[in-house]
């Protein structure tokens, strides 16, 4: 059974920082690219970074310089590091792992950027 555990999200003050980090389990996490992505009040679910199973990165450009994913292979878990969020960064943001035969995802974690 995959599960993807989401943690780290808050409230935090324009310019902030935040990490999310995602724990996986019933996977080889290490074969697998992982996924961030984010859905903001009456909008679509979007991409927001995703890292290969080689470690290759890629961004949306409304976050680049200012977020990276990161994996630990060893500790079967992806993160990802904001920072100089903004008030538009407000979301909740999913954990995803594209597997054979489906998409997984994880509950979410609320991010709120706000003064």
């Known amino acids: 059974q995959v599960q993807l555990v989401e943690s780290g999200g808050g409230l935090v003050q324009p310019g902030g920082s935040l990490r999310l980090s995602c724990a996986a389990s019933?996977?080889?996490?290490?074969?697998?690219?992982m996924a961030w992505y984010r859905q903001a009040p009456g909008k679509e679910r979007e991409l927001v970074a995703r890292i290969s199973a080689a470690g290759s990165k890629t961004y949306t450009d409304s976050v680049k310089g200012r977020f990276t994913i990161s994996r630990d292979n060893a500790k079967n878990t992806v993160y990802l590091q904001m920072n100089e969020l903004k008030p538009e960064d407000t979301a909740v943001y999913y954990c995803?792992?594209?597997?054979?035969?489906?998409?997984?995802w994880g509950q979410g974690t609320q991010v709120t950027v706000s003064s």
């Open positions: 019933g996977i080889i996490f290490r074969i697998y690219a």
């Open positions: 995803n792992v594209a597997l054979p035969t489906r998409s997984s």
